[in-house]
């Protein structure tokens, strides 16, 4: 449904700490001393104004949020205290998950669900057989895996996209894509030209929406000359587009936001475990903030779900993934927000995958298309906490 909208305003205020930037040194390199838990980085909100004669969108939304590359035994159980010790560190530091993911604990004791926890029926995994990241934004976005892709230089997707599905229902408008690694652009759709997207430092779509703010363009302005650091090449890291996504958010109110946040990953191949673990951190201070942020959007962020998943696993040993470490393969899916019924760790009913995110979102969004939602999430009566989507 296209329709006319008059945008919010709302200031955002970000600080990039230099303890989050710029880390230098090669790969493996990194002095291993334990790290001790630190204030999350933090983006201040200022409330938004309110003006009676605003429209206000109150169908239903989705932020979709990857952790590129982070394991489900992070996530729910905190830090490994084999690594730890093998690796210098502390193995008390974020040794549970509520310390180390504090924002979803809280998430998940309130109003989110999650998927693929350990113990808790079966299990969720990318199709592979890869278990690499371009594959699997390339099953996100479409639905479906694409046996074709075996790399992470994969051309675009031949079939449509939820970003797509958003656009034909909703318009140009309404999509919004953030993300660190300017690869995720061609997993996005067809023609990245066809949403408002910032992917790494320099990729720009639709960029006269997206500086049509002049904050939000300050903030990308900023963003383009830093190093890559803990990635390569356009890379973007993560407290960037962290701060950016959270602008986009609010001034843009899109109906589908994708964030893609790719710091662990890149320390996990560098074998660095305790910035990995700094990184999930700050990602979980993001999701925090994101949460305070739909907090301040009446009704659209009442009704606005935020999901949370990752690309791929990673190996035992944790340095590596890909078809070589088919324990990689496993992935993990969290769902939070007003209109999720239920909450905690719940049993899936069946194996799900990432082909069923797209669908998912779909669901949630009231949009036709094929493949199946997670019922834990959108319907049916799956177990304890699992009840139907209204």
């Not at 969720?124 to 992470?152: H, K, Q, V, W």
């Not at 910035?275 to 700050?282: F, M």
């Amino acid at each position: 449904m296209h329709r006319s909208l008059r945008r919010f305003a709302a200031l955002l205020l970000f600080a990039v700490p230099v303890s989050f930037l710029g880390r230098g040194g090669a790969w493996g390199a990194a002095e291993e001393r334990p790290l001790p838990p630190r204030e999350p980085h933090t983006f201040a909100l200022t409330p938004l104004p309110t003006d009676g004669a605003q429209e206000e969108r109150s169908e239903s939304a989705v932020v979709l949020v990857v952790l590129d590359g982070v394991r489900w035994q992070e996530v729910f159980g905190g830090a490994d205290r084999d690594f730890a010790r093998r690796r210098g560190l502390d193995p008390l530091v974020w040794a549970n998950a509520r310390d180390l993911v504090p924002n979803l604990q809280h998430m998940l004791d309130d109003d989110a669900v999650a998927i693929g926890a350990p113990g808790h029926g079966q299990e969720m995994t990318a199709s592979g057989p890869r278990f690499i990241s371009m594959p699997g934004y390339l099953e996100i976005f479409a639905g479906r895996p694409d046996p074709g892709c075996e790399s992470n230089e994969c051309p675009r997707p031949p079939a449509h996209t939820i970003a797509d599905d958003v656009r034909d229902s909703s318009g140009a408008d309404d999509v919004a894509i953030v993300t660190s690694w300017p690869n995720i652009a061609r997993a996005v759709g067809t023609e990245a030209s066809r949403y408002v997207m910032t992917a790494g430092r320099k990729l720009l779509a639709r960029g006269e929406t997206l500086r049509a703010d002049a904050e939000t363009a300050s903030l990308i302005d900023k963003a383009s000359p830093v190093k890559p650091w803990p990635g390569e090449g356009d890379y973007r890291p993560d407290a960037y587009t962290a701060a950016i996504a959270l602008r986009v958010l609010v001034t843009e109110r899109p109906r589908f936001l994708f964030v893609g946040l790719g710091d662990a990953d890149e320390y996990g191949h560098r074998n660095d475990y305790r910035r990995y673990l700094d990184a999930i951190h700050q990602s979980d201070a993001f999701l925090g903030q994101l949460e305070t942020a739909l907090g301040g959007m009446g009704a659209r962020g009442r009704h606005t779900t935020v999901l949370v998943t990752v690309d791929h696993g990673r190996a035992y040993s944790f340095r590596d993934h890909g078809a070589r470490y088919p324990e990689s393969g496993r992935v993990w899916f969290v769902a939070a927000g007003g209109d999720v019924h239920g909450h905690g760790l719940l049993p899936a009913s069946r194996r799900h995958t990432l082909s069923d995110v797209a669908p998912t979102v779909r669901a949630l969004l009231g949009i036709a298309g094929d493949g199946h939602p997670i019922d834990e999430v959108v319907g049916g009566n799956q177990g304890a906490g699992a009840l139907s989507h209204p």
